[in-house]
């Protein structure tokens, strides 16, 4: 760990001319400076009478410009694996310099996570790809470290990242037909120091799908099924978070929201897990602000979907296979989530029960890892 008593790596007589001041405070606390052909960012870290030290590391323009833009924390800014330190007097000359890497870097060198330039209330982006992604989900814990973490943790996590990611953001419909086998996301680089896994824009591999489907496919409805499940869902998370702030979330709002209790279950912290807070973000939306779960906030959730999974529940969704022998049909709804419905002969019969109809029903609901079960108390033919 560096200490102000370490002998320099070597000397310089080098004038220091700020190109953009992004901060300043009885002079240039933070600030940029071209090095040769390098762009570099300044960070004041320790002062004395005569002279100041700065933290310097690797900048490029874009991440400059979120920082500027209130989008990415000064710490994001920051991160590098390697540094320098530089002894500027008060005239911003180099005099001295050291160079070490981010494990030799005393941790009150860094500012707070999630702050920039301004006094926020919402923490921001604290790498720029979490900034820039069209969603991302950053875990949060004492066994998340910079350099590295266990192999069990990372492969659960990006395992259960994958589940959510899945059932916040289904793959779109074209009529009754599902994009399923085509649609994949782009990750970016994860980030250490937590985990941070973000999620690009979606992609469709055009030529999996049948020439039929193929020729109604359009990218805006892919832009659009995304933009109203991020939107849906930051919604839906927001009340159940704004209620499980104050106390227990109760049964009938889990019942409400057991969809969105769901996709989040797997994922929010509990205690003695390695993780101890989540962070959802949209990146580039500012519509929806970044929402924190903690080990309290998890618990709740956990029990609230406890709750929910073996109420009552009401399912809207298309017929997708009959047996009329057995008294069971199948439905999928709207997140591709299949239900097994037990009922009768009779009823199926009756109630006009068809593969591709639209139907309603309501009974007592069963969680399974494959199929849901619900014993159907009512059913409702909607077309």
């Known amino acids: 760990m560096w200490n102000s008593d370490a002998k320099a790596d070597g000397e310089l007589a080098t004038q220091i001319t700020p190109v953009d001041v992004l901060y300043y405070y009885d002079g240039p606390t933070l600030f940029t400076a071209t090095l040769g052909f390098t762009d570099f960012l300044f960070h004041k870290v320790e002062e004395t009478d005569s002279s100041d030290i700065f933290l310097v590391a690797e900048a490029t323009a874009p991440t400059v410009e979120a920082v500027k833009q209130g989008r990415l924390s000064v710490w994001g800014a920051l991160q590098h694996p390697s540094y320098h330190l530089l002894e500027l007097d008060k005239n911003l000359v180099a005099r001295r310099y050291w160079s070490l890497d981010a494990k030799s870097l005393p941790p009150d060198f860094l500012p707070r996570r999630g702050y920039g330039l301004a006094t926020n209330e919402t923490q921001l982006a604290d790498s720029v790809d979490q900034a820039n992604s069209f969603f991302s989900i950053k875990y949060t ?40 086998r085509a649609f994949d996301f782009e ?14 824009e979606a992609t469709v591999d055009t030529a999996a799908l049948k020439k039929d489907i193929r020729e109604k496919f359009k990218d805006d409805l892919v832009r659009d099924s995304l933009d109203v499940n991020r939107r849906s869902f930051f919604e839906n998370l927001n009340e159940i978070i704004a209620t499980a702030s104050v106390g227990e979330i109760p049964a009938h709002m889990a019942i409400q929201h057991f969809i969105t209790l769901d996709q989040v279950n797997d994922i929010v912290p509990s205690g003695g897990e390695g993780v101890e807070r989540v962070e959802f973000r949209a990146g580039r939306s500012d519509e929806e602000k970044p929402i924190l779960v903690d080990d309290q906030l998890g618990e709740r959730i956990r029990r609230a979907h406890r709750i929910a999974e073996t109420s009552e529940r009401q399912i809207t969704g298309v017929v997708v296979e009959v047996n009329a022998e057995s008294g069971t049909f199948i439905i999928k709804d709207f997140h591709h989530r299949q239900t097994t419905c037990v009922t009768s002969a009779d009823e199926i019969d009756e109630s006009r029960i068809a593969i591709n109809r639209r139907v309603q029903v309501k009974g007592d609901f069963q969680k399974r890892q494959r199929r849901d079960k619900l014993q159907v108390r009512s059913l409702r033919v909607l077309e």
Do not use: C, H, W
């Open 141 to 180: 814990g004492k066994e998340l470290g910079a350099q590295r973490l266990p192999f069990s943790l990372f492969k659960g996590l990006v395992n259960d990242t994958y589940d959510a990611v899945r059932k916040i953001f289904p793959a779109p419909m074209i009529g009754d037909k599902s994009l399923q």
């Open 187 to 200: 990750v970016l680089e994860p980030s250490f120091g937590s985990l941070i896994i973000a999620i690009d």
